[in-house]
């Protein structure tokens, strides 16, 4: 609501139906490219080498896919269990290949927000933004490098039960983060989000908005860092009004920045959305023939 609030309906309609059809299909093709790099970094962070990168962007593309149709993050849990079962993985190992994933993420994003951040006005809203922002970062920071010193001075085995759980996550996210691997995750994380960025450009340039890198970068960082904490499913209206949001604070026009957020969520929600189905009824054949082959003498008996 507060994203529609005095939105021109015919304002709307124009530059939607105005929008370059060719830059909006690039557009979709680079998010593809996304969710491939952060597939083949989520393979480098859980040192799974008997698993292909297709079947960890499966797994990727499936979370993202659980996200946008149910609240809260629970396609990223799941990432966890797919990963224990699909590559024979410890589950505190699986856990921590996803803490680390998904704290990159936000790590890069503050480090992007603050590198834009003394460019663009500071509305009250963006303030308090950039204070929620950077502690987020900062504590994932903080966390990441807690981790890596108990990983450092090795396992205790004293902890049980849920403490022992802990433990174990903990030297598992610690261990991520030492030596050159560190470099490599880093490197990718950049890459997956500077193509997101560029992503947003090509969506951006097919309604006529023309944006420096800088400010392209700003709108990815404020978007992506917004939905960081769980929302709706697929973040529908919060997403809406972080574009308006960012893209007002640079001067767009509403209608041209309610149509921004309109298309750039598209882009990524509608085909990961039908990905995420075709693997489910991809997957539920075989789980059926699974169970069935397990219980041959009630078969038998049937």
């Known amino acids: 609501m507060l994203s529609l609030r005095h939105l021109d309906g015919a304002k709307l309609k124009a530059s939607l139906g105005g929008a370059n059809v060719g830059a909006l299909m690039l557009s979709v093709a680079v998010m593809a490219i996304v969710y491939l790099i952060q597939a083949d970094r989520w393979r480098v962070i859980s040192a799974a080498p008997g698993v ?7 797994w990727v593309v499936g979370a993202v896919a659980v996200n946008n149709v149910l609240p809260g993050r629970a396609g990223d849990i799941l990432r966890s269990e797919w990963l224990a079962r699909g590559a024979g993985k410890p589950r505190a190992s699986a856990v921590s290949s996803v803490v680390v994933d998904r704290g990159l993420d936000v790590v890069t994003l503050v480090a992007m927000f603050g590198l834009t951040y003394p460019f663009v006005p500071h509305p009250r809203w963006l303030n ?3 204070i929620v922002g950077g502690s987020l970062g900062a504590v994932v920071s903080i966390v990441f490098i807690a981790a890596a010193v108990y990983a450092g001075r090795g396992r205790s085995s004293a902890a049980r039960g849920m403490r022992a759980r802990l433990a174990d ?3 598992g996210v610690g261990s991520v983060l030492r030596g050159r691997l560190v470099l490599k995750i880093a490197v990718r994380s950049a890459l997956a989000w500077t193509a997101w960025a560029f992503s947003a ?4 340039s097919s309604l006529g908005i023309a944006l420096t890198p800088l400010e392209v970068l700003f709108v990815t ?10 929302s709706s499913p697929g973040f529908i209206g919060t997403y809406q009004w972080l574009g308006v949001s960012a893209l007002g604070n640079l001067g767009v026009g509403h ?6 957020s309109v298309l750039m969520h598209a882009a990524w929600y509608v085909p990961t959305t039908i990905a995420g ?3 489910a009824l991809r997957k539920v054949p075989t ?3 699974g169970a069935l082959v397990q219980r041959p003498s009630e078969n038998r008996a049937a």
């Open 221 to 230: 960082a404020v978007l992506n860092l917004g939905v960081a904490i769980p």
């Open 52 to 58: 292909s990168l297709s079947r960890f962007a499966e």
């Open 277 to 279: 189905v075709v693997l």
């Open 169 to 171: 996550i903990a030297h």
């Open 128 to 130: 308090d933004f950039w």
């Open 287 to 289: 789980a059926v023939a």
């Open 201 to 204: 450009w090509l969506v951006a």
């Open 255 to 260: 209608a041209d920045a309610f149509a921004f």
